[in-house]
C-alpha cells in the first residue's frame, strides 16, 4: 500500500481509485448517491490519506483526528475512503445497503469501524463535530475535528446554530469544509432557497473562511493544512465542486443526487475515471 | 396500626386528606432537585458536563456552571445544536447533560434526540424541566404534556419522571450511572416532598408506596400525591387501594404492575400526561396481553390545556384526587360485577 501522507500524484490518483469504489458500489446497490459522493471524493481523499492523524487499526484511538461527513447521504464516499485506508475489507463495499451489512444507507457509527459519528439527518452532524471540538478542548487533547458540510444542507437551521457557536468557544481544533457542488435533491441550491453569499456569511459568524477549487488537489491540502494550524478562530473551507464530479453524464445534473447507474452506466463512468484520475 | 405506607414522610402520611398539604407541605419544583444533585454529580465525577440553551438561571444550572466554569456549555437559544452537540461530546467519553424545557428537549430538538442520541445509544442524559402540565402559569406552548409518549416511542430511551424532590435526586444519580441515554422529566411547579432517604431508587423498579387490596393506582411524577391523597380517601370510605410509584415510564416494572394486577384486580393509571402513548398506554398494553382486568387510565384528553394556578389547571384538566376516586369506584363496580357474573357462570355449569 502507498504510504501516508501521500504525494499529490498519489492523491490524486486514489480520489480516482475512490471515485471508481462509490460507483461501483452504486451501481450493486441499486440505489445511493452518487452525486454528492463524487463531488465530495477529492476533499475526503485529501483528509483521509494526507491530512487526518488516525490509526486504521485502531479506530477508537482516543487521540485520533475525528471526521464527520455532515452530509451522510454521501457516505459512498466516506466508506470508500475507510475501505482503501484499510479500516475494513473492501469486500464489504459490494454489501453498501443490503441486509445484516456493515455498510448502512446513512452512517452508523457501531456498525462501521472508522465512522466517528452516525449520521443522516441533515445538519446533526456538525453540531456532532463541535461537540466532539468542545471536549477536545475541555481534554487538552490536541486532535482536529474535520467536518463535510453540504451546500444544500447549508438552508437547515442548526447548522447556523452550530456555525454561531463555534468561535464562542474559539474551536480553532474544528474545521468545516462546505461541499459547494450548487446542486441539491431537488434543483440547483440558489433557485431553490439561497444559500449566498456564503463565504460573507460564514465570515459574519466569526470564522476565518477561505475559498477553493474542491477538485483541486494542491489547493485542498494547503487549505486543510492551513486550517490545522490556525489558532483562535475556527476554519470554514468553502470548496467549490461539481456534483458528479469526473463522470460526464453526471456532472451537474441534479437528478444524479440519489440516483443509482445501471451497469452500462457504470461501465461508462469508470472508463471515464480510470482514464482522468488513474492513469496520472 | 402497622402504616399502610412505605417510604412516605409521616408528615405527608398526616397531611393527606387535608386541604392544605400542598400549602403546608415542604416543597420544592423537581428541576431544583436535579440541579443539586447535578452539583453534587460534578463533583464526583469528572467527566459529568453540563449543557444550557438559555434557561439555566429557570433550571438552576447555574450553580453547576458557577463552581465548574470550564464543564458548563451555554448554547444559547438553540436546542437543536446543543442535543446533537451532546452526541458528540458523548462520543469521546463525556456524560453530557442537556438541560432544556421539556416541549424543547422531546418536540423541538426531538430529530436529533432521536437520530444522534438514541439510534447509536450515546450517553447523554436529557434533564427536561416544565414536564407535562406542571408549568401552569406558561399556558400550553411550555406545556409539554405530549414529552413522556414521544420519549417512550423512541428504541432504547430509558424515561424517568420522578414524583417528589428526594427521588428525582436519586435519579439523577441513577441516571448518571447508567450508560446510554435517559430523560428525565421535571417538574417547573413545586412538588412537595414525599418520600425519606430509604426510598429505593432504581431505573425499571416501580415502588408500592402504599399497600392495599382492593384496587391499585399507578401513577408518575406529580400526580403520585394525587394518587396517594385518592388513596386515602377511598380508605375513609372503606376502600383499600395500593399505590405504585412506576417512576420509570420505560422500562416498565412489569413485574410490580402484574403482580398488583393479579393481588388486587382493578387498576387505575395516573399521569399528567397526554392519554395516548404515556404511563397508561403502556399498563394497558401489559395488561391486555397478560392479565385483563377492569382498567381505567387517568390523563390529558384529547386536548389542549391552559395559563392558571398550577393546582387549578391539573383540577380542571381531570389529573385531580377527586378524579382518580370516581375512576377507582367504577373499576371497583366492575371488578365486582365480573366477579359476580363469574360466580354465576360457574353456579351454571355445575348446574348443568
Known amino acids: 500500500m502507498t504510504q501516508t501522507p501521500m504525494s499529490i500524484p498519489d492523491l490524486k490518483r486514489m480520489a480516482g481509485i475512490i471515485r471508481c469504489d462509490i460507483i461501483d458500489m452504486i451501481c450493486i446497490a441499486g440505489a445511493g448517491h452518487p452525486g454528492g459522493s463524487l463531488s465530495a471524493a477529492d476533499v475526503v481523499t485529501a483528509l483521509y490519506f494526507r491530512l487526518m492523524r488516525i490509526d486504521p487499526q485502531n479506530p477508537g484511538w482516543p487521540d485520533r483526528d475525528r471526521f464527520v461527513l455532515s452530509k451522510g447521504h454521501a457516505c459512498p464516499v466516506w466508506y470508500a475512503a475507510l475501505a482503501e485506508r484499510g479500516y475494513f475489507d473492501k469486500s464489504h463495499l459490494a454489501t453498501l445497503r443490503k441486509l445484516n451489512s456493515i455498510l448502512q444507507g446513512h452512517p452508523d457509527m457501531h456498525k462501521t469501524p472508522g465512522v466517528d459519528m452516525t449520521v443522516g439527518s441533515l445538519g446533526h452532524g456538525f453540531s456532532a463535530g463541535l461537540g466532539m471540538a468542545l471536549a477536545g478542548k475541555l481534554r487538552r487533547k490536541d486532535y482536529h475535528v474535520w467536518v463535510v458540510v453540504g451546500d444544500g444542507e447549508s438552508q437547515e437551521g442548526s447548522i447556523w446554530e452550530a456555525a454561531m457557536a463555534a468561535p464562542k468557544w474559539k474551536l480553532d481544533n474544528l474545521t468545516v469544509i462546505v461541499d459547494r457542488n450548487h446542486l441539491q435533491n431537488d434543483f440547483c441550491v440558489d433557485e431553490e432557497m439561497p444559500i449566498e453569499p456564503l463565504a460573507e456569511k460564514w465570515r459574519a459568524f466569526n470564522w476565518h473562511v477561505e475559498t477553493i477549487d474542491g477538485h483541486d488537489m494542491e489547493q485542498i491540502v494547503s487549505a486543510l493544512e492551513a486550517a490545522r494550524e490556525r489558532k483562535a478562530i475556527p476554519t470554514a473551507i468553502i470548496a467549490e465542486t461539481v456534483k458528479g464530479k469526473g463522470v460526464s453524464y453526471m456532472e451537474n445534473v441534479a437528478d444524479w443526487h440519489g440516483k443509482a447507474p445501471c451497469q452500462a452506466e457504470a461501465d461508462k463512468a469508470l472508463e471515464e475515471i480510470r482514464r482522468c484520475y488513474c492513469e496520472i | ?352
Open chain 2, 1 to 352: 396500626m402497622k402504616s399502610k405506607y412505605r417510604y412516605v414522610l409521616p408528615e405527608i402520611q398526616a397531611m393527606l386528606a387535608s386541604k392544605d398539604l400542598f400549602a403546608k407541605a415542604k416543597s420544592e419544583p423537581t428541576r431544583y432537585s436535579y440541579a443539586d444533585a447535578l452539583l453534587a454529580l460534578g463533583g464526583k465525577n469528572p467527566a459529568v458536563v453540563s449543557l444550557d440553551a438559555d434557561v439555566s438561571k429557570s433550571m438552576k444550572t447555574t450553580m453547576f456552571a458557577a463552581k465548574f466554569p470550564e464543564r458548563s456549555f451555554n448554547f444559547g437559544i438553540a436546542e437543536q445544536n446543543m442535543m446533537a452537540a451532546a452526541a458528540g461530546m458523548a462520543t469521546t467519553g463525556l456524560i453530557p447533560f442537556a438541560n432544556t424545557y421539556a416541549v424543547f428537549a422531546s418536540m423541538r430538538a426531538l430529530d436529533m434526540v432521536r437520530n444522534s442520541i438514541h439510534y447509536p445509544h450515546l450517553n447523554v442524559k436529557i434533564a427536561a424541566s416544565h414536564s407535562g402540565i406542571t408549568p401552569g402559569p406558561d399556558g400550553v406552548t411550555h406545556q409539554a404534556q405530549e414529552d413522556l409518549s414521544i420519549m417512550r416511542s423512541i428504541a432504547g430511551s430509558t424515561v424517568i419522571a420522578p414524583a417528589d424532590p428526594t427521588s428525582a435526586r436519586m435519579a439523577v444519580m441513577a441516571a448518571a450511572e447508567y450508560d446510554g441515554p435517559v430523560y428525565l422529566s421535571l417538574t417547573r411547579d413545586p412538588v412537595p416532598v414525599l418520600y425519606d432517604e430509604s426510598f429505593p431508587f432504581a431505573i425499571g423498579k416501580a415502588v408500592v408506596v402504599r399497600q392495599g387490596v382492593d384496587a391499585t393506582l399507578i401513577a408518575n411524577r406529580d400526580l403520585v400525591i394525587q394518587a396517594l391523597m385518592a388513596a386515602e380517601l377511598l380508605a375513609k370510605k372503606g376502600f383499600d387501594v395500593r399505590v405504585i410509584d412506576a417512576h420509570t415510564l420505560k422500562p416498565l416494572d412489569e413485574r410490580t404492575v402484574l403482580r398488583a394486577a393479579r393481588e388486587t384486580g382493578a387498576v387505575v393509571t395516573v399521569e399528567n400526561n397526554i392519554i395516548f402513548g404515556g404511563l397508561g398506554s403502556a399498563v394497558a398494553e401489559l395488561l391486555v396481553e397478560k392479565y385483563p382486568i377492569p382498567m381505567k387510565r387517568i390523563g390529558v384528553k384529547d386536548t389542549f390545556a391552559e395559563s392558571g394556578p398550577y393546582l387549578e389547571v391539573i383540577d380542571k384538566y381531570g389529573l385531580t384526587a377527586r378524579h382518580i376516586v370516581k375512576a377507582v369506584k367504577d373499576v371497583l363496580k366492575r371488578k365486582l360485577a365480573g366477579r359476580a357474573k363469574s360466580k354465576a357462570k360457574r353456579k351454571g355449569l355445575r348446574q348443568r
